[in-house]
């Protein structure tokens, strides 16, 4: 239903925005336009693909390491509390921690891998497979909060942009997803109770 209404409405923005570019005398705009987007849409996948690279090899560096089994068992107390359901399950458990980890460092699409084999893993141990576990459901909250430390990619687009510190909003990234994360956990705990 919704990718129906998405190939209706997509068409019409486009169709409606040339037709009053052009009896407004502005289509001579709406084509610079396309041609600046996409020259810019080039230049800023670029610039997150060198990004991408640089901290996809780290985390994968990390995972030939023992750095990510140190860091697995910082954050064991934070993830028994999470997920009290995965405590004997020793693959999601390492699963689930690398997806933090990766989240934490601002890894998104390292991110997003790993969330999806821990998915996997933890519906193999879900009775109901047409519902979400508390665990899975624990587990989309905290990637959707995705409380970072190194916010690469809002950094990537800061300076594909030409800021002039790129970096100047780590502190708001910190305080914006310690608060998500914070009330997303909270009340996925206490829905958990209820239902």
Do not use: H
């Amino acid at each position: 239903m919704v990718k129906y209404l998405l190939n209706i409405i997509w068409p019409a923005f486009i169709i409606i925005s040339v037709v009053y570019a052009f009896l407004s005398g502005n289509i001579e705009n709406v084509s610079n336009g396309i041609f600046e987007s996409a020259e810019s849409a080039v230049e800023l996948t670029l610039t997150f693909f060198g990004t991408l690279c640089l901290w996809n090899g780290i985390i994968e560096i990390a995972k030939q390491t023992t750095l990510m089994s140190k860091l697995a068992k910082l954050l064991k107390p934070f993830i028994n509390f999470l997920f009290p359901e995965m405590k004997k399950n020793e693959e999601a458990y390492e699963e689930i921690s690398m997806n933090i980890v990766a989240n934490f460092l601002g890894l998104g699409n390292a991110a997003t891998p790993l969330g999806l084999k821990a998915m996997k893993t933890m519906q193999k141990e879900n009775p109901k497979k047409d519902t979400l576990s508390n665990s899975m459901a624990m587990l989309i909250v905290i990637n959707t909060a995705s409380l970072q430390l190194i916010p690469t990619n809002v950094i990537a687009i800061r300076s594909s942009l030409n800021s002039n510190s790129p970096s100047g909003i780590i502190l708001q990234v910190w305080v914006a997803t310690a608060v998500a994360l914070t009330v997303g956990v909270t009340a996925t705990k206490i829905l958990m109770k209820r239902f």
